[in-house]
């Protein structure tokens, strides 16, 4: 269980062009990420979280079809974390979100994010 100083979270990531690590679980070879401009990812992931607000779609299965980070298979699952174990940005938005919020577009160096505060 998460202590008052961890949150639990879990995160759909959006690589692109940009992105630190132009590889995947989804496109081991990059391929798909070095042609995403970040600006296609951030659409991409616009649209996903419109679909999730509006109850069109559930963010753990979206998670597991669409994210490229690898805890797409536990539909986005990070588990419990602390400060200083993210990327800031990523860090300083799950934070700032109450439990049960979807962040809006998250930019870290890995790429774009949506972010849901599960505890």
Not at 53 to 67: I, M, P, Q
Not at 92 to 116: C, F, N, P, Q, R
Request: with cysteine; hydrophobic share 35%; glycine share 8%.
């Amino acid at each position: 269980m998460a202590s008052r100083e961890q949150v639990k979270a879990s995160h759909i990531l959006i690589k692109h062009q940009g992105s630190r690590r132009k590889a995947s679980w989804k496109d081991p070879e990059g391929k798909i990420i070095m042609t995403t401009t970040r600006e296609a990812a951030v659409e991409q992931l616009k649209s996903i979280r419109e679909d999730i607000l509006s109850g069109k779609a559930n963010f753990e299965d979206v998670a597991t079809r669409v994210s490229d980070c690898s805890s797409a298979k536990r539909g986005g699952d990070l588990g419990p974390f602390g400060r200083g174990q993210m990327q800031k940005p990523f860090e300083e938005a799950t934070y700032a979100l109450k439990v049960g919020d979807i962040s809006e577009i998250v930019d870290t160096d890995s790429g774009v994010h949506i972010i849901k505060r599960t505890a």
